[in-house]
């Protein structure tokens, strides 16, 4: 017997909030654990695994959002803005945070030989974060949202930079550590505003598509990237001061 599109989504909303909110909570501990120790690893694949998790249910609730009855969230009358947002800016979120995900995992297993990453199953990865990102910007202005455009950005420049660190010759020593902490803090940005989503609707539906609530985790994540990035520059050693005569 076929479950009813409602019904169906009510139960994909429930396994998001599981898995979400455990990614939510295991995503600190790696940032506030000892890197490399026990903590960080067995807590970074926990979260990593329920963030895989939320962001393929979040694709499927985005496609039920999408082609799903038209009567579900009967609360928002703008049924172009809910399938903008709701649609096919969910669908790109759990795309991207799933990209996050496997390429946070995948620099770091593949380290020692980053022309695994260039193989047609990564670089496929990269281009349907690519493809849902464009599309997601381009439907975002085409409705007078440039919120939509705006997160979109987030996810290309992500992508650009992913791509420069396998594409490079000769990356410096121990480069896919910073690699691996962009993109599981890019990781949190994108579940964060997905999982944010699903909440706002029912607890504040006034503010759901408040563009200052959907940008919080984008601004406390890209503040963490920048600071471990510019903490993580190689300083330049001085050069010894001759002695005086």
Not at 168 to 196: C, D, N
Request: with cysteine; hydrophobic share 55%.
């Amino acid at each position: 017997m076929i479950a009813h599109p409602m019904h169906l989504f009510e139960a994909l909303v429930v396994l998001h909030v599981i898995a979400g909110a455990t990614g939510l909570i295991a995503f600190w501990v790696p940032i506030a654990a000892r890197k490399g120790g026990p903590a960080h690893r067995r807590w970074g694949r926990i979260g990593t695994y329920a963030f895989l998790a939320a962001g393929t249910l979040a694709i499927g609730m985005a496609l039920l959002s999408l082609y799903g009855p038209e009567q579900r969230l009967p609360v928002i009358t703008d049924r172009v803005l809910f399938a903008g947002l709701f649609g096919w800016m969910m669908l790109y979120l759990g795309m991207l945070t799933i990209g996050f995900a496997v390429y946070g995992l995948a620099v770091v297993r593949h380290r020692a030989n980053r022309a695994a990453l260039r193989g047609p199953l990564y670089q496929a990865m990269f281009a349907a974060v690519i493809a849902s990102a464009l599309w997601c910007g381009y439907f975002g202005l085409s409705i007078g949202q440039p919120l939509m455009a705006a997160v979109a950005l987030i996810g290309l420049a992500a992508v650009a930079t992913q791509q420069f660190y396998v594409w490079r010759q000769a990356p410096p020593p121990r480069a896919h550590v910073p690699e691996h902490f962009r993109a599981l803090l890019g990781m949190g940005i994108s579940a964060y505003t997905a999982f944010l989503s699903v909440g706002l609707i029912r607890l504040v539906p006034d503010h759901v598509f408040n563009p200052l609530i959907w940008a919080i985790p984008s601004i406390i994540g890209v503040s963490l990237i920048i600071r471990f990035s510019l903490g993580a520059r190689p300083t330049r050693r001085q050069p010894p001061q001759q002695q005086e005569a």
